[in-house]
């Protein structure tokens, strides 16, 4: 065998192993009681496990309240777990104690649903980059100055735009800004939670575009986080759907729509709205046969 052929089989074997892998993750919220001084823990996060590969997408969809959120901010170190695993890259995050190494908090970044919070409108964007580069120890300001340029330019902004204000772009921009802060530090898994519900049909399609080229070109992993099933099935390569803080069902994105096996999932399709009008019928079929088997009202046609 030569050089090169154990390099391909390394690196195949490589992608075959999860970059996250998380076992039985369940995370509890206090909740007052009020005859009692005593808060009482309440599970919103039961016992889920999922992986993602290098390059890979998974789809994690629900309800508001479902618990998918909660479980990304889990992930991202915002919250402590109750009781279960999160593995990264073979160590175990939930060991990490208080302090999470800025190792983690460079591989593993976010893009949240409104950039705008996350951007200081008394500084220019370009800020927002520069900032993250150098709590990280990046370079020096000329270095940092030329990587933001170049995040900036990687997801389609001008270089003329590192010097505006959140306040002189448009929801699309500051998304794209968000994006590029994200991807600057060049991390293995981006957590996008709800990263592009706020934006209108047009601008999300290009932001969805967007993620998908950069995938592409640095092998990054996604897990993406949203209420809407058909955005996210071309997207994902695999899909889990949550519903009262638990995974009720996981598949490949195709399997998932062509063979849904949990109802609460056909419930969902059949609530995915669909621009062409075969596939609306298509839709109210799925919803009546599902109302008819389970004795249940109708959705309302969308």
Known sequence: MSLDQAAVIDSEELMMHPLLCVRDLTISYDLPQALSLR???VPVVKNVSFDI????????????GSGKSTTGRAILRLLDPASGSIEFDGVEVTAFGR???????????????DPSTSLNPRQPVSMAVTTILRRHGVGNR?????RAAEAFEHVGLQRMHLD?????LSGGQQQRV???????LRPRLIVCDEATSALDLSTRGQIIELLGDLQVETGVSYLFIAHDLGLVRHFS??????RSGEIVELASANDLFERPEHPYTRKLLGATPEDHPRGREERRRVRRAFASAHGEGLIPDV
């Open 39 to 41: 808060p009482k823990r």
């Open 142 to 146: 000329a270095q940092r100055d030329r």
């Open 237 to 242: 390569d695999h899909i889990a759907v949550m």
């Open 53 to 64: 590969r290098p390059g890979e997408t998974l789809g994690l969809v629900g309800e508001s």
């Open 99 to 113: 302090r999470t190494p800025l190792s983690y908090r460079r591989d593993v970044q976010a893009v949240f649903q």
């Open 164 to 168: 505006r204000y959140p306040g002189e």
């Open 178 to 184: 968000a994006i590029a802060r994200a991807i600057a």
